[in-house]
T-cell receptor
């Protein structure tokens, strides 16, 4: 157990809908990262927040948004869902804001299925 | 921008043999190279990392080597065991607070009994 929690574990929804994925980082970690992993694919970095502020942006679609709250938990919002958005979404956390020299601890992931 | 290529995409080795996974990076300013292991149905976990001021780092059966001139780094697993079966991801970063980890596409390692 990495100490990072994600809810829900599974999510099934329809095209065009909007969902919210939630992540709680390890105690003491200030950075939260979101990744998308499609079936048998690699890790696609979406976005990073550090202490409430956006720190880095990767291949995140305009339909997707995220935020980090004062208690450091983070939410990833996915809207106008398409079939291709079906994937495993990981949240990770780390102590510092830099992605270097800084181990990322991954949560168990949320499996999103869009029908 | 920075690019990390990882080879092979799939590697099948006999239990007890060694496995080598290679990654090349494009930005010569990269100075941090972690490796993550993702077992089937589980989360990725850091298994080893190396900084550009060293050429090799070992941790029991796992080692990582770095060739800065050629801009490539490799993961070596000796005496492979069934529990080594997983997907392995390499990554590279420049070490500045504003720079991201650039991830390789992953290598599926299969250990044959």
């Amino acid at each position: 157990d990495s100490g990072v929690t994600q809810t829900p574990k599974h999510l099934i929804t329809a095209t065009g809908q909007r969902v919210t994925l939630r992540c709680s980082p390890r105690s003491g970690d200030l950075s939260v990262y979101w990744y998308q992993q499609s079936l048998d694919q690699g890790l696609q970095f979406l976005i990073q927040y550090y202490n409430g502020e956006e720190r880095a942006k990767g291949n995140i679609l305009e339909r997707f948004s995220a935020q980090q709250f004062p208690d450091l938990h983070s939410e990833l919002n996915l809207s106008s869902l398409e079939l291709g958005d079906s994937a495993l979404y990981f949240c990770a956390s780390s102590v510092a804001g830099t992605q270097s020299y800084n181990e990322q601890f991954f949560g168990p992931g949320t499996r999103l299925t869009v029908l | 921008g920075e690019n990390v290529e990882q080879h092979p995409s799939t590697l099948s080795v006999q239990e007890g043999d060694s496995a080598v996974i290679k990654c090349t990076y494009s930005d010569s300013a990269s100075n941090y190279f972690p490796w993550y292991k993702q077992e089937l149905g589980k989360r990725p976990q850091l298994i080893i990392d190396i900084r550009s001021n060293v050429g090799e780092k070992k941790d029991q059966r796992i080692a990582v080597t770095l060739n800065k001139t050629a801009k490539h780094f490799s993961l070596h697993i000796t005496e492979t065991q069934p529990e080594d079966s997983a997907v392995y991801f390499c990554a590279a970063s420049k070490g500045h607070s504003n720079y991201q980890l650039i991830w390789g596409a992953g290598t599926k390692l299969i250990i044959k009994p």
